[in-house]
């Protein structure tokens, strides 16, 4: 019998695809009780998808305290990201509110999922945006969810405003100076002794650059434990919360949508609340820094428009750090100092400041002027150069360089009358 051989094709059997999926939590505040909430729909979701035949676990995105009408939760847009790079075939999230309250926003970012091919699963309304009526009911249901965010917004805006009305400050969580619990706002000495301080030296001539240097190089630390800005110093120059009084409702939110807030120009009435919580800047002592913040102002709106208005403006030079010297008015007495100096204080740059009036002296015996003449000053000086302290090098148009050196005058020599009338007056009150 003749042998018969069958040739049998190997048959692959082909493996399912397994789709990896992630979760999305999120809670809008940052009480305890809803970050506690958010742990668990954290593990939840976890546990639930290691679980699951055919899927792989591809992480839990979680955004803590932050509002699902904005775009710029970082959770979620590191979410869209991995979609679009093709790491992610599959979200489950619990609800359309706790993926996004805002329908555009809504409608706009599952449009792109499903372009994607990433399946949306919302749990509660057990809707699959990939499924034929998924979009139908979104639009319809994610309205819904605007409205509601709607309610809550004005629920919780007209009782912020029903406190404004009684006195009462709302939402105050942190202040530099206070303790605020619930039990109520109190002092604290060592945070406080700071907001004294940057009064003092506000009211003594210094800028907010320059007590923000100080306050770093001291090693003084921000509630926020980042550094010192000129900006907090000035917040801190003006809020009269120190004075233990309060303006209320000098903010407002725009819509609850963006959550974006404006100065209350008038749009919205304010009320002033006296005694509201412990005093730590007197109130003649507040209003004298708000006159110093005023006198500024004036001065820098004088300035728009005019660089060049005093003689030495943009001519005076540190050959220390490059700056140009700046004019500034302390206690009645008109100095220039090096910018550098003024900004970020004597461990940036050592240079010394000089009296404007030691400068034109020096200026005139330097071009053997009787006095000192702005307009010959200015057509033959091309630039001042200050190297060191108490030295000073005037380089002229036509190349030839002067050098020469200043001290300062005692304290008896440069009092003025007015400020010995101002001594004497302060010495007969006593």
């Given at each position: ?23 999305y ?27 699951q ?12 305290a932050?509002?699902?009408t ?27 509110s ?5 329908t555009v ?10 372009a ?7 749990e ?14 979104l639009?319809?249901l994610?309205?819904?969810?605007q ?6 917004s ?17 939402n105050?969580r ?14 604290d000495e ?21 007590i923000?240097a ?11 434990h980042?550094?010192?800005?000129k900006?907090q ?15 209320l ?64 403006s ?12 700046k004019r500034?008015v302390?206690?009645?007495?008109v ?14 740059c ?12 020096m200026t ?12 010959r ?9 200050v190297?060191a ?7 002229f148009?036509?190349?030839?360089v002067?050098?020469t ?15 010995r ?5 302060r010495?007969?009150?006593q």
């Amino acid at each position: 019998m003749e042998k018969t051989i069958t040739k049998i094709a190997p048959q692959k059997t082909a493996l399912p695809s397994l789709a990896r999926v992630a979760a999305y939590a999120r809670v809008s505040s940052g009480k305890d009780e809803m970050l506690h909430s958010l742990a668990a729909q954290v593990s939840y979701y976890s546990e639930h998808i290691q679980k699951q035949l055919g899927w792989i676990y591809s992480g839990v995105y979680a955004d803590e305290a932050l509002t699902g009408t904005k775009d710029n939760r970082p959770e979620f847009q590191r979410l869209l990201n991995d979609c679009r790079q093709g790491k992610i075939d599959k979200i489950i999230t619990k609800s359309i509110s706790r993926f996004a309250r805002n329908t555009v926003t809504l409608l706009e970012t599952v449009r792109e999922l499903k372009a994607l091919g990433v399946d949306v699963y919302f749990e509660e309304q057990n809707i699959h945006t990939l499924s034929g009526e998924g979009e139908l009911m979104l639009t319809i249901l994610a309205s819904y969810a605007q409205e509601e965010s709607l309610s809550v917004s004005e629920n919780c805006k007209w009782r912020i405003r029903d406190r404004f009305q009684r006195g009462e400050m709302a939402n105050l969580r942190f202040m530099f100076g206070y303790r605020i619990s619930k039990e109520g706002i109190a002092i604290d000495e060592n945070q406080a002794a700071i907001v004294r301080m940057i009064f003092t030296d506000y009211i003594d001539g210094f800028g907010g650059i320059r007590i923000a240097a100080k306050l770093n190089a001291m090693g003084v630390p921000t509630l926020t434990h980042v550094s010192w800005t000129k900006e907090q110093v000035m917040a801190i120059i003006k809020n009269e919360k120190y004075t233990g009084n309060a303006l209320l409702q000098k903010r407002f939110v725009v819509d609850h949508l963006t959550k974006r807030q404006i100065m209350n120009i008038g749009q919205l009435p304010k009320y002033v609340a006296e005694g509201t919580h412990p005093v730590i800047i007197d109130q003649e002592t507040f209003d004298m820094a708000q006159a110093v913040l005023l006198g500024r102002s004036e001065i820098c709106k004088a300035k728009v428009g005019s660089q060049n208005r005093y003689p030495f403006s943009s001519l005076i030079k540190c050959g220390i750090c490059g700056k140009n010297f700046k004019r500034k008015v302390t206690r009645g007495r008109v100095l220039w100092s090096c910018s550098t100096y003024l900004e970020r204080g004597k461990g940036a740059c050592p240079s010394k400041q000089i009296p404007e009036d030691i400068l034109m002296t020096m200026t005139a015996d330097v071009m053997r002027f009787s006095a000192f003449d702005e307009k010959r000053f200015k057509d033959q000086v091309d630039h001042i150069l200050v190297p060191a302290p108490n030295k000073v090098i005037f380089t002229f148009k036509d190349g030839h360089v002067i050098k020469t050196a200043w001290q300062n005058r005692s304290r008896r020599d440069s009092w003025t009358d007015e400020m010995r009338r101002a001594a004497r007056q302060r010495g007969s009150n006593q």
